[in-house]
């Protein structure tokens, strides 16, 4: 049996890192013939598969449905359930393994039907080893990269699941509701807010959350293409419709059929394109620039600006009729400001986050100080600046608490300027105001009791109760 040789001829595969690919591949070996299914083990054994073997169709189905199997090598004929019937019964379970199928000389019939069934590809008797190996290695690694493809996509839907998208106020709940309900419909959407307040999450949310969501979701920022080729970018171009028109191109409207196209900055779209786009959105067609005809096209747009499309309006630089047609269903996102119960919510989402990816057993805190000067800021770049923050108290942290001093300087500098508002909106009773005020100053004081007793006009043992009690709350 040439087992060492056919190892040694392995160096020679076309596919890369074989041995590995072979180390993690579990290979079922089907066969009711005794002296075959023998040597088919032992060989695929020797080139370094890990190999479970069955005598029959019925046991080769069972073996699916017991172990996590990689891959079959099966015959065709075989007693109690032939090649095509366990081709039928495994594609039909989960996570189905790739089947090669092993025909008798001469009947290309059989093989394509096989392939019509499932089956992943067909060898015929008979065949050299080497070549068995390399249609196995193939199918392994097609396995591989669809698995991986799975995996990646998986990871783009979870990332704009709605467990991702934090919102414990009262103005999120009412937005979250209304993302669930125009979800399911085929409404255009206009999605407003400040920067950084998640415009573009909530609009992938639709998307990944509708009908529409195995199809393209595609984003442009109209702020960031240069105005005279927003055109040909949105709809194509015909060859030769303008000077670098080389070739026929189609716009991000074909690249979306069936799904979402996300316009963003919509306000800085040219007011001669706006009277186009509202065609598209009344007819759902479109023209690419330099053609004769048009072209029907099916994609739902949301829209999201940061500008204040009503006032452009008033100033004509905003059309009417496409603003109406543009926002059948207005979502508003609040600045995080207005929206203080869902900074600390977001915060530690963040950090359960950055603890899942560094594999930590339990994620960075805040210390109670920093919370508080989270809550106090008036946040100007929404969630975006939140994020850079708690990015950046990760990175300067020590010993798992980010406190004070790992926060931003604008942060600290700000943090008595909304003050008063945010702590009417964290409902505040006047103890917990002092007590803010105290922890405050006393940190402003760099820790000194003598200073800040001054400062607070108390006597010491005044402000050493107050801190006792202050501690002894925090301790609870
Ligand atoms: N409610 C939220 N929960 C969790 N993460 C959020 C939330 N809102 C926003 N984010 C995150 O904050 C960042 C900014 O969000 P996004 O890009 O959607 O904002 P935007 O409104 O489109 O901003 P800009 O106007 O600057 O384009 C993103 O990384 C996003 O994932
Ligand atoms: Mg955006």
């Known amino acids: 049996m040439p087992g060492p040789a056919i190892l040694a001829d392995m160096s020679s595969s076309p596919l890369p890192q074989a041995s590995h690919l072979r180390k993690n591949a579990r290979v079922l070996v089907v066969e009711d013939d005794d002296a075959m299914r023998d040597l088919l083990v032992e060989e695929l054994s020797d080139a370094g598969y890990e190999i479970l073997a069955a005598a029959n169709g019925r046991a080769g189905v069972?073996?699916?449905?017991?172990?996590?199997?990689?891959?079959?090598?099966?015959?065709?004929?075989?007693?109690?359930?032939?090649?095509?019937?366990?081709?039928?019964?495994?594609?039909?379970?989960?996570?189905?393994?790739?089947?090669?199928?092993?025909?008798?000389?001469?009947?290309?019939?059989?093989?394509?039907?096989?392939?019509?069934?499932?089956?992943?590809?067909?060898?015929?008797?008979?065949f050299e080893f080497e070549e068995l190996?390399?249609?196995?290695?193939?199918?392994?690694?097609?396995?591989?990269?669809?698995?991986?493809?799975?995996?990646?996509?998986?990871?783009?839907?979870?990332?704009?699941?709605?467990?991702?998208?934090?919102?414990?106020?009262?103005?999120?709940?009412?937005?979250?509701?209304?993302?669930?309900?125009?979800?399911?419909?085929?409404?255009?959407?206009?999605?407003?807010?400040?920067?950084?307040?998640?415009?573009?999450?909530?609009?992938?949310?639709?998307?990944?959350?509708?009908?529409?969501?195995?199809?393209?979701?595609?984003?442009?920022?109209l702020a960031a293409v240069p105005a005279q080729l927003i055109e040909s970018e949105l709809f194509g171009h015909k060859k030769g419709a303008f000077t670098d028109a080389h070739s026929d191109r189609s716009g991000l409207f074909q690249q979306a059929e069936g799904g979402t196209l996300f316009l963003d900055e919509i306000g800085e779209m040219p007011t001669a394109l706006q009277a186009k786009l509202l065609r598209v959105l009344q007819e759902g067609e479109i023209r690419p620039v330099g053609a004769n005809q048009v072209e029907m096209v099916d994609v739902r747009v949301v829209a999201a600006t940061n500008r204040d499309l009503e006032e452009m309006m008033s100033r004509g630089e905003f059309r009417e009729d496409l603003y109406y047609r543009l926002n059948v269903i207005d979502i508003r996102l609040p600045p995080l400001r207005n929206r203080v119960d869902d900074i600390l919510p977001i915060a530690e989402h963040l950090l359960r986050l950055h603890a899942d990816k560094a594999g930590l057993d339990t994620p960075i805190v805040l210390s109670s100080e920093a919370q508080r000067l989270l809550l106090a800021y008036r946040w100007p770049g929404n969630v975006r600046e939140l994020q850079n923050t708690i990015e950046r108290g990760i990175a300067l942290c020590q010993g798992g608490c980010v406190e004070v001093g790992d926060l931003p300087q604008a942060v600290h500098e700000r943090r008595d300027i909304n003050y008063l508002a945010t702590a009417v909106a964290r409902k505040l009773s006047l103890s917990e105001l002092e007590r803010d005020f105290i922890v405050l100053v006393l940190d402003d004081e760099g820790g000194n009791k003598t200073r800040t007793a001054q400062r607070l006009g108390l006597d010491r043992k005044t402000l050493y109760r107050k801190l006792e009690e202050i501690h002894g709350e925090q301790n609870k």
């Open 62 to 126: 069972d073996a699916v449905l017991n172990n996590a199997v990689d891959l079959i090598v099966t015959d065709l004929r075989m007693p109690d359930l032939d090649g095509f019937d366990l081709i039928r019964d495994v594609k039909a379970t989960k996570q189905a393994p790739h089947i090669v199928m092993i025909t008798a000389f001469g009947s290309i019939e059989t093989a394509i039907k096989a392939v019509k069934l499932g089956a992943y590809d067909y060898i015929t008797k008979p």
């Open 133 to 221: 190996l390399l249609v196995i290695d193939k199918a392994l690694n097609d396995r591989k990269l669809h698995k991986h493809i799975e995996h990646l996509q998986r990871e783009v839907e979870g990332k704009y699941r709605f467990g991702n998208i934090i919102g414990e106020s009262d103005a999120m709940q009412e937005v979250l509701a209304l993302v669930t309900r125009v979800s399911t419909s085929d409404a255009y959407v206009l999605v407003t807010g400040e920067s950084g307040t998640g415009k573009e999450l909530i609009a992938r949310a639709i998307h990944y959350g509708s009908a529409r969501s195995t199809k393209p979701f595609i984003a442009v920022n």
